[in-house]
């Protein structure tokens, strides 16, 4: 297989500026000779951004060929359904691809979650088509055009996760962590109901040992942007996995309520951020990207359904 060489000026970041918010989610577009790729499509509310991104490089809806899918959750599938109804492929994990089809259940779970805000935050899921979804294994080699992808099952965030690797760069989605403003503070998103830390910590080892092979020098959360130092953020991120687990365990030793959890979280993210010298400012960023009361209703289930279910 020859594949021409790729380079990063061959990746855009597209802010969607999700809920008038920039730098909150991204959208990765990649040319290629019939067209272009996005990694990630984000939720419905945002097409319009999307749209007009894309205008702004001579490119129409119609152009984009292929979308890659990390996971199916609706920051960065929502609008799946609408890409597919254009022409594009979706690109997704197998435990993944039954919900784009059918939907329902997806919707229904993210509906407990949001309440009357769902259709606000997120917009219209639209289903997509069976034709037009394809599903990859673990390793397996994506070749669309002159551009080549490798996926890695990433679990952890969600059991349906994969990071990807394209021209020396690891698009991580959520498993790498949230980390915005260029800044070099990360967070875990973990809402329920799949999150698994221990799961996290591996697939964390998996993408380091990828890093230390020379499968990429740059990584590029879908929260935010594409940032040169991998190696530094793998094992940031390493700790703070660590550093999380450490405290799910002293906090849910005493079987809190999710409100009490969230109150103690909020405590312990306020006091990671002050000790590494957040503005105001830059926690709330963090905060409406990623709400504390997600990860703690997610670390209460994970507790409870998985880790201490025995």
């Known amino acids: 297989m020859t594949i021409r060489p790729t380079t990063q000026q061959l990746i855009h970041t597209l802010d969607l500026n999700f809920m008038d918010l920039p730098g909150a989610i991204a959208s990765y577009l990649i040319p290629h000779t ?15 951004n999307l749209t007009a991104h894309l205008k702004e490089f001579g490119l129409a809806p119609g152009d984009i060929t292929d979308v890659l899918l990390t996971h199916i959750h609706l920051d960065h599938a929502g609008s799946a359904g609408w890409w597919a109804k254009q022409g594009a492929r979706i690109h997704v994990h197998p435990v993944g691809a039954p919900h784009l089809a059918n939907p329902e ?26 034709a037009q979804i394809v599903v990859h294994q673990d390793q397996e080699p994506i070749e669309i055009e002159d551009l080549l992808f490798r996926p890695l099952d990433t679990p952890g965030h969600a059991y ?44 964390v080892e998996r993408l380091a ?45 005493a079987d809190p309520s999710i409100e009490e959890l969230n109150r103690q979280f909020i405590e312990w993210t306020e006091a990671r951020s002050q000790q590494e010298r957040l503005s105001q400012a830059e926690c709330q960023v963090y905060e409406t990207a990623n709400p504390s009361w997600m990860s703690a209703a997610g670390i209460h289930r994970y507790w409870h359904k998985t880790r201490n279910a025995a």
């Open 34 to 48: 019939g067209g272009a790729v996005l990694v990630e499509c984000g939720p419905g509310s945002t097409l319009v």
């Open 105 to 130: 259940k997806l919707l229904a779970s993210a509906e407990r979650i949001y309440g009357e805000n769902m259709h606000s935050l997120w917009g219209e899921f639209l289903p997509v088509p069976q």
């Open 160 to 203: 349906h996760h994969y990071a990807y690797i394209f021209a020396e760069t690891c698009f991580s989605g959520d498993i790498g962590g949230i980390r915005l403003a260029g800044l070099r503070h990360l967070r875990l998103p973990m809402p329920p109901p799949e999150i698994d830390l221990e799961l996290w910590r591996a697939s």
């Open 209 to 253: 040992q990828e890093q230390r092979r020379g499968a990429f020098t740059r990584i590029a959360p879908t929260h935010f942007g594409i940032y040169a130092d991998a190696e530094w953020h793998l094992r940031a991120l390493a700790d703070l996995v660590q550093q999380t687990d450490a405290w799910v365990s002293r906090q849910m030793a």
